[in-house]
């Protein structure tokens, strides 16, 4: 493999979620019906080349496993329901993301699709481990990054996440100053760093880039982009 597809091409729908460290996308060479052998080994090798350390699949079944590994890649399958309670999913891929991110593994999280549902994961996450405490807040974070505004069933995942066991003490990142909601004041800041793909790599920097920090973690922020309207 030669020239501009060496370095692999960047997964549909590519969205930080935690600049340089999380991130989320469609399913590596499509959705089920869009499936492409050779798209996924060429994005596989992007995920590679930009030093993710880790692949973290939420489809239902086992589906692109076997060629991560195939590219030694590491993965993690936790099947998220299509219905019912997502409890004991959530309970058990909590706490392993954050495991995972404190050693310093960059991870891609996918289902088949950058679905409400992945929103609703995502949010509920970032409440659990208190980078961002209060779930209206994580909710309007990720409507920002994602673009667009979380119904239903991503919302009844976020609703979860009181239920869900706590993180072990000690375990969660201790910033230096208590963390900034999502929710603007009347006149929200500049834009900061967002970084999204679908198909090529952009950048959006503002001229002053702003960040919401907790220890080694920071969530990008995208503030200046009203969420669309599922509707």
């Not at 469609?26 to 993710?52: D, M």
């Not at 076997?66 to 399958?77: F, K, W």
């Amino acid at each position: 493999m030669r020239g501009r597809w060496a370095a692999g091409i960047v997964p549909r729908n590519f969205v930080w979620i935690i600049q340089d460290r999380f991130a989320v996308s469609e399913r590596p060479g499509g959705q089920t019906s869009q499936h492409r052998k050779v798209r996924r080994q060429e994005e596989i090798i992007w995920l590679k080349s930009q030093g993710f350390t880790r692949v973290v699949s939420l489809l239902p079944s086992p589906h692109n496993l076997h060629a991560y590994d195939e590219r030694g890649l590491p993965s993690a399958h936790f099947s998220l329901p299509a219905g019912g309670d997502p409890k004991d999913v959530l309970d058990a891929l909590y706490p392993a993301l954050l495991g995972w991110l404190q050693s310093g593994d960059r991870i891609l999280m996918h289902q088949d699709e950058l679905s409400e549902r992945v929103s609703g994961v995502i949010a509920g996450f970032l409440c659990w481990c208190k980078v961002i405490p209060e779930l209206p807040n994580a909710i309007v974070a990720v409507e920002r990054l994602m673009k667009r505004q979380m119904g239903a069933a991503g919302r009844s995942i976020v609703a979860v996440t009181p239920e869900l066991t706590p993180p072990p003490p000690g375990s969660l990142p201790q910033p230096s100053r208590p963390p900034a909601t999502a929710v603007p004041t009347a006149e929200p800041a500049t834009a900061p760093v967002a970084t999204e793909t679908t198909g090529k790599t952009k950048s959006a920097v503002a001229s002053k880039a702003t960040t919401k920090k907790a220890g080694k973690l920071t969530l990008v922020d995208n503030s200046s982009k009203p969420a669309k309207s599922t509707k």
